[in-house]
């Protein structure tokens, strides 16, 4: 029977709610600057959310929603261009102490830790979201604590593509037989499992109706022992709240 050595997290809706009051919001504030009457409200963005990359969803919006905009450039120079500004927004909404790490999250992290798992990050998001979400909530430190953090255009594919996953596997050198996923979305769910990875996920309002077919299990949240989590898909014996003695047993059966 296959042990339990390494933890690989995604990072937006899993480590923390980003989306709807964070990306969504740095998006909105990046086309006003640029003068655009373009508005992301939340039903729309959960639409955009089926393409992963912020620079492929601008261009997605662009191709697919909008019927008369012309630009004189490339529009995937455009939109890198207005994926900048949002990133610099979206990094000040950080900073800010805007975004706080989902139920739960922070503590496991730190068991999982003093437990001497070994912990990485296979995330589509852009590197530096990810260094200043875990700075501005466990401190510069906790950037030690992730062996690799796989984000954004590091592999040639994006999420529901493996190759986030594979690539941070290939630099720890892990197999998925050691290896447990975290995901919260469809499209993260295929590119964990597509890399072989046994997958825990946890759903958020934008992903709660997506399907995760075999995934090791589908919680609300990770949960703490004052709020304990509801199991949407599968068995989690006696646990109420993710802790790594949970995740060794899930992980061994499943
Ligand atoms: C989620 C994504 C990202 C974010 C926006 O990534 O698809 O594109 O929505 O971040 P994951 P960027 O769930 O894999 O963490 O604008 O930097 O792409
Ligand atoms: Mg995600």
């Known amino acids: ?10 990072v937006d809706g899993t480590l923390a709610n980003t989306e709807a009051n964070g990306h969504r919001v740095a998006f909105n504030k990046a086309f006003s600057e640029a003068g655009l009457d373009w508005e992301w409200g939340i039903p729309l963005y959960g639409q955009l959310l089926a393409v992963t990359g912020g620079k492929e969803r601008i261009k997605y919006y662009v191709n697919d929603f909008l019927d008369d905009f012309t630009i004189d450039q490339d529009l995937t120079d455009f939109a890198a261009q207005l994926h900048q ?23 496991l992290i730190r068991e999982a ?21 875990l700075s501005s909530t466990l401190g510069e430190e906790s950037l030690e604590w992730f062996e690799v953090i796989a984000a954004g255009d590091i592999v040639p594919a994006k999420k529901p593509a493996p190759d986030i996953f594979e690539y941070a596997m290939r630099e720890m050198a892990i197999t998925p037989d050691e290896t447990l996923a975290f995901e919260d979305s469809a499209n993260g769910f295929k ?23 075999g995934a090791s299990i589908v919680l609300d949240k990770m949960g703490d022992a004052d709020d304990p989590f509801t199991v949407l898909s599968g068995n989690a014996n006696s646990y109420t709240y993710v802790t790594v003695d949970m995740l060794r047993d899930l992980f061994a059966r499943s």
């Open 113 to 133: 830790r003093e437990s001497g798992l070994r912990m990485g990050i296979a995330t589509t998001t852009t590197p530096a979201n990810v260094t200043y979400l």
């Open 191 to 213: 590119s964990s499992t597509g890399a072989g990875l046994k997958t825990l996920v946890t759903v958020n309002s934008y992903t709660q109706d997506d399907d995760f077919p």
């Open 1 to 10: 029977m296959s042990k339990l050595k390494a933890l690989l997290f995604d």
């Open 85 to 107: 500004r949002k990133t610099h927004f979206y990094l000040q909404m950080l900073q800010q102490g805007d975004i706080p790490l989902r139920p739960g999250v922070e503590r």
